[in-house]
């Protein structure tokens, strides 16, 4: 796109956006056509082509744009005002509920079957998702050690990452293999909250 675009134009762009999500999810990449996009949502080829270019670009934008929710989403979380924890609490969970979210495990098989294709969309959704999250954990830990709020954890490179692979435990694989196994929302909030008491009592 070289112009700025009406509010006509945003709602087609916004409406092609989502359409193309939506069918990237049910048919996979090879399988989705520009035709089938277009008749979910309207408009027409030439619209698509100029605000995409293709079916690549398209696929892009739909990557592009899921990786700056998140980076909203995340960037929305205030726990600097929350004891350690809440905090972490609440950052555990933001961080299962979107490993085990059904639209990122959708966008997470497309990104592994199409990455050679697509090698730096990967990357950006790891950037502005998981690694954004580790980032605003390790601030956090910080803050909190500062502060003396947690005076038996010394607080490494390494700290975040290690709480979030414990919070994390098998429920992203379980939610790609087995799905039908998954534990609900309770039994997560209660292993959530283990590895919150774990973290803050270890000696």
């Known amino acids: 796109m070289t112009q700025p675009l009406t509010e006509r134009g945003r709602k087609r762009y916004q409406a092609l956006l989502d359409a193309a999500k939506e069918i990237f999810l049910e048919q996979g990449y090879a399988r989705t056509t520009l035709d089938m996009i277009i008749a979910r949502a309207g408009g027409s080829r030439r619209s698509l082509y100029e605000y995409f270019g293709d079916k690549a670009g398209l696929f892009s934008a739909v990557i592009t744009a899921h990786s700056r929710n998140m980076v909203t989403q995340i960037q ?83 700290t975040a990452r290690q709480f979030l692979g414990m919070v994390k435990g098998d429920f992203h694989i379980c939610a790609l293999l087995t799905p039908e196994q998954m534990p609900g929302p309770q039994a997560i909030d209660e292993h959530i909250t283990a590895c919150v008491d774990f973290f803050l009592n270890d000696r």
Do not use: C, M, W
Request: aromatic share 8%; proline share 6%; no cysteine.
């Open 76 to 158: 929305a979380l205030d726990v600097e005002q929350l004891d350690a924890r809440e905090g972490l609490t609440l950052l555990g969970r933001t961080f299962v509920d979107s490993l085990i979210s059904p639209v990122n495990l959708g966008l997470y098989r497309l990104l592994i079957a199409e990455g050679l294709t697509f090698p730096g969309l990967g990357e950006a959704i790891y950037r502005n998702g998981p690694q954004l999250l580790v980032e605003q954990l390790d601030d956090f830990l910080l803050s909190l050690k500062a502060a003396g709020k947690l005076p038996h954890r010394a607080i490494t490179p390494y």
